[in-house]
């Protein structure tokens, strides 16, 4: 039952930075283990990011295309879970999507819920 909203897309060019929210409705962000996915043209989605549930301590996790680019975070008080994006390269180009994993993150590319997507285009 819980209802995701992605903001914060847009264009930007190579080596500048944007900053993704996923916002809920329905229930608190803190219960659930939150991925990030992004889905470009001829190319596979990906999972990109994950933060655990609160519960879990909140540990965060990066694929290897965006380690030390993009950090994800919570702020409870927002019901609020971002994806700071620094560096951005034209490969980034995708629709990026938050997401609940069935289970923990474990990168299964399996979930409950997810949002509408927001676009990102990196010029090149």
């Known amino acids: 039952q819980v209802q995701l909203q992605e903001s914060g897309g847009g264009l930007v060019q190579p080596g500048g930075s944007l900053r993704l929210s996923c916002t809920a409705s329905?229930?608190?962000?803190?219960?659930?283990?939150i991925a990030w996915l992004r889905q470009a043209p001829g190319k596979e989605r990906e999972e990109v990011s994950c933060i655990s549930s609160a519960l879990a301590d909140s540990n965060t996790y990066y694929s290897d295309p965006v380690k030390g680019r993009f950090t994800i975070s919570r702020d409870t008080a927002k019901n609020t879970v971002y994806l700071q994006m620094d560096s951005l390269e034209p490969s980034d180009t995708a629709v990026y999507y938050c997401?609940?994993?069935?289970?923990?993150?474990?990168?299964?590319?399996?979930?409950?819920?997810w949002g509408q997507g927001t676009q990102v285009t990196v010029s090149s």
């Open positions: 329905g229930s608190t962000l803190d219960d659930y283990a």
């Open positions: 997401a609940t994993p069935l289970g923990p993150c474990n990168w299964s590319n399996e979930y409950a819920n």
